[in-house]
């Protein structure tokens, strides 16, 4: 079952999504809270120019995201074999997690039956209509 991690920042509701895995370990996605991979060197964190650039404008609350930064380094640096911590947009760690390069897909696998759970939405055509979003 995942597991919602607050991780304010980049948008005031913003979370990662924590998953326990069969070994005990668990897989921490956080999301949108940086977005490369040596942001979470807790020696020296680095971004490149660019995506600094794209993450001050985007974020919400300046002081949230680095102190969840700042968090995330510190569980990197202390908890790396227990917690395999990535982000949703550097392709350095999508390859580490898959096994292969962004812009390959990654092999489908169908669902444990007993993680399935039906969508609310599933049995509409558009389920954007159905959520009343559309």
Known sequence: MPHWVPLPGRTHGHAG???RRDD???ALNAGDAYFYHQEMDAKDPYCTPGLRFYQT???KDRRARFANQRRLRALHSHKSDEVQLFCSHDPLEFA???GHPM???APVRPARAAQASPSPYSA???P???AGIA
Do not use: K
């Open 24 to 26: 005990g370990s668990w």
């Open 96 to 98: 580490r997690l898959t």
């Open 17 to 19: 999504v924590a998953i």
């Open 103 to 105: 812009g390959v897909s």
């Open 124 to 126: 509409h055509p558009h």
């Open 57 to 59: 404008m985007v974020e």
């Open 128 to 130: 954007e209509t159905a």
